[in-house]
């Protein structure tokens, strides 16, 4: 097996029990065979315990014994699975509105959300909630799967209806690249093979659209952005005076001999060389974990910011943040939280809410202060010290916040810089 | 000209090293859970990556149950040599010793239970408060949900339904005095991943995973090695069979698989054309449905 030029494509599914989500993956792992033999028993089992006529494929993904006592996810779950082409990361999250959290979750890390649509019932309130927090959490690539076709004969115009619907409300989100698959998840239509019963659909399925989306863009390789994580400092024979700054690549490029500058000090050098364990590069790019050495002896410690001298992000104390609020007690106003930005840390605090969404008609409510568990509103906030800042529709690495409740510990929001 | 993108292996590589950067800089005595097995090899590994030229800045902790391969802590003791790091070793034999925990009765008695009072026990008493595992989301059901950074409350129990949201790669490592975490860098990882990548890397590994002649038992359903822990019934019969395991714990519980591969090249073809999970052959988790998960709670591995 060739693995040089796999790619490795990480997407998210929205939608709950009754959109037959469970049974869409459940399907997709089970036709590209991904679902070893002693699964398939395991649940063979489960489906008589319960009653079930033939192979439960829901029962593949629910994981946790709450949830297969209840029948529902209750947090997000992730599922594996590899083709010739692309190896797959799936987030299978819950799509009820109490779990907004858990798809906010999943959709922070994905290059695709597949968004299911019953075929019955076309577009509703849960479609839109599913496909704004998409556009939110800029996903770059939606596919919306309309479901349950063998349940409306298949028809083309069943299809089309939905697709009529959800491009008209679609076209306030911010997406940029919007597919629609029309699938049976339950029978297999158009999920790994093509469809018998819908010829009217030119359109690849959905495994091989999966497989071939044009991910290598979804990285910001423009702005140079590298948040040092730690510092290495060997002292032993060889490399008596190394001082490597280790980090990860947020977005961009950097290549021996760059200008760069050290955020937030302010303090110029030049890239001496990138470091791994196995070589030392000429240039190095996001996502990569390297190690940076500089010409200069400058004070560098984890929290700082290497960038290109040419193209630097923001330093900013004050910020508008889309939040959305994640722990059961809500925001209290005023209140100091920590926030965590890639690897700096600083005290923080929500100064004014602007407004809150209404995820259901995706209105802006400027009236309703109170931020609670699965809430999505703007704010304000104000830092103690300046991050470096981007915005986070440019630089999902360097636009992103969590805040920490510091008298429970808990993550209790996260936030995307507007 | 350069590609600007990563092939999956190197990009599971960059977020494992990522990972354990992001361990050494946010605890204060983090150690990484050896059992010679091969996840915690490659974590290990990984960890050498990561901070190179420095040294691997996290003692190996692991949990002897007393019923080894010989192999494996043979591997254990060059390894720990060959890394100049600290090897800290928490005694299953120890914890029966002072009353701490009982040994199971019976055929299908294991010591596997009891490793969890050992772990929190050897994590109490070393002030451990980050424990580096191999555990990937594709072992087990239980294990899809688990977090990069997993919190632990000041009992060790894992509490699946209040994980802390994890998003991005924001990670939050804060503790309250007592508790601590668990962290997994190769979570991301499937079984194929890791055999992939010990090739590509020419990672060397116990030669149990090798295909070998031993003397096994047929019992639940996979070729349990013969040693001197074990007690067999009447129908049992102790045969010799070229087999290798796929994964590698108590010897007394370890399965292996009848195979030909005795090198990576035959391993990673054999894996790749697997039918079997590879810890169907692990008689720990066969005790029932949600066994993996009702043990994560208690604060096993």
Known sequence: MTIDNNQLLRFTTAGSVDDGKSTLIGRLLYDSKSIFEDQIEAVENTSKKKGHEGVDLALFTDGLRDEREQGITIDVAYRYFTTPKRKFIIADTPGHIQYTRNMVTGASTANAAIILVDARHGVIEQTKRHAFIASLLQIPHIIVCINKMDLVEFNEDAYNKVIGQFEEFSSKLLVKDIRFIPISALLGDNVVNRSENMNWYQGAPLLATLETLHISSDTNKVDARFPVQTVLRPQSEGFIDYRGYAGRIASGVFRKGDE????????????KSIDTFDTELEEAFAPMSVSITLEDDIDISRGDMIVRS?????????????????????????????????SNEQTAMIKEIIYKIDINTLERNAEDKEIAMNDICKVKIRTTKPIMIDSYRDNRATGSIILVDESTNETVAAGMVV | MTKYYLNYLDELESEAIFVLREVFAQFQNPVILFSGGKDSIVVTHLARKAFYPSKIPFALMHVDTGHNFPETIKFRDDLIKELGARLIVGSVQESIDQGRVAEEKGKNATRNALQT?????????????????????????????????????????????????????????KYFEGEHFRAFPISNWTEM?????????????????????????????????????????????????????????????????????DNLEKIVEEVAAMRHTERGNRADDKRSETAMEDRKRQGYF
Not at chain 1, 260 to 271: D, E, H, N
Request: glycine share 6%.
């Open chain 1, 260 to 271: 760069i500058s050290v955020l937030p000090s302010g303090f110029t050098s030049k890239i």
């Open chain 2, 117 to 173: 009072t050992t772990l929190l026990d050897a994590i109490e008493s070393n002030k451990i408060d980050c424990a580096i595992g191999g555990g990937r989301r594709d072992e087990e059901k239980a294990r899809a949900k688990e977090r990069f950074f997993s919190h632990r409350d000041d009992f060790g129990q894992w509490d699946p339904k209040n994980q802390r949201p994890e998003l991005w790669n924001l990670f939050n490592g």
């Open chain 2, 193 to 261: 991943d890791v055999w992939n990548y010990i090739k590509r890397e020419n990672i060397s590994i116990p030669s149990l995973y090798f295909a070998h002649e031993r003397e096994v038992i047929w019992r639940n359903g996979s070729w349990i090695p013969n040693s001197e822990y074990l007690i067999l019934d009447e129908r049992e019969e102790i045969v010799t069979k070229k087999i290798r395991f796929r994964t590698l714990g108590d010897i007394t519980i370890t399965g292996g698989i009848e195979s030909d591969a």
């Open chain 1, 310 to 342: 040419n193209n630097k992000p923001e330093a900013l104390q004050d910020i508008e943040v889309m939040l959305c609020w994640l722990n059961n007690s809500p925001a209290k106003p005023r209140a100091k939280y920590a926030i965590r930005h890639t």
